[in-house]
């Protein structure tokens, strides 16, 4: 599965680590979008768009996009047409956005999620599948109101 991720400076350290953790397991292909750096301050609206871009072009099938809290990265992310970015803070988010909201961008928050956290979620939301049915039908709404 191939994965677009990219951070602001206040998510690179947790992303550096997500992006080591991924490396070692098999059958991920990482995309780095960046940001490269802690240091030097970059707008996260602007990363967010890169992942958003990155899976509206199929060259990925998931996301994961980080700052300081989740919050403005996946706002942006979710302007985009046919984003689902899920702002999560643990084993059971994770899970769930998956199950029934069929989530193709993983938020998390660098200044508020350690990283073993990250890692349990990273590693169920990649594993869990969508249920479909019901929770197909309230995501077909949502995809409604990107016409409005
Ligand atoms: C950057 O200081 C911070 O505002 C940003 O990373 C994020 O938390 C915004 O939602």
């Known amino acids: 599965m191939k ?17 080591a ?14 940001t490269d750096s802690e240091h030097h301050s970059v ?4 990363m967010a ?6 899976l509206q072009k199929q060259e990925s099938e998931r996301g994961i996009i980080l700052c300081g809290t989740g919050i403005g990265i996946s706002i942006s992310a979710n302007k985009f047409k ?3 970015a899920a702002l999560c803070h643990d084993a059971y988010t994770a899970r769930m956005s998956r199950a029934h909201n069929n989530a193709n ?18 590693d169920i939301w990649l594993d ?19 016409q409005d």
């Open 105 to 122: 961008v993983l938020a998390m928050g660098g200044r508020t999620t350690g990283k073993e956290v990250a890692f349990d979620m990273v």
């Open 43 to 46: 707008d996260y609206p602007e």
């Open 128 to 146: 869990t599948e969508f249920e479909g049915d019901r929770h197909q039908r309230r995501v077909d709404l949502i995809a409604s109101f990107e």
């Open 49 to 54: 768009a890169k992942v958003a871009r990155s």
């Open 3 to 19: 994965i677009s991720i990219a951070s602001d400076h206040a998510g690179f350290e947790l992303k550096k680590e997500i992006v």
């Open 82 to 84: 046919g984003i689902r």
């Open 21 to 34: 953790y991924l490396k070692k397991k098999p059958g991920i292909e990482i995309i780095d979008m960046g």
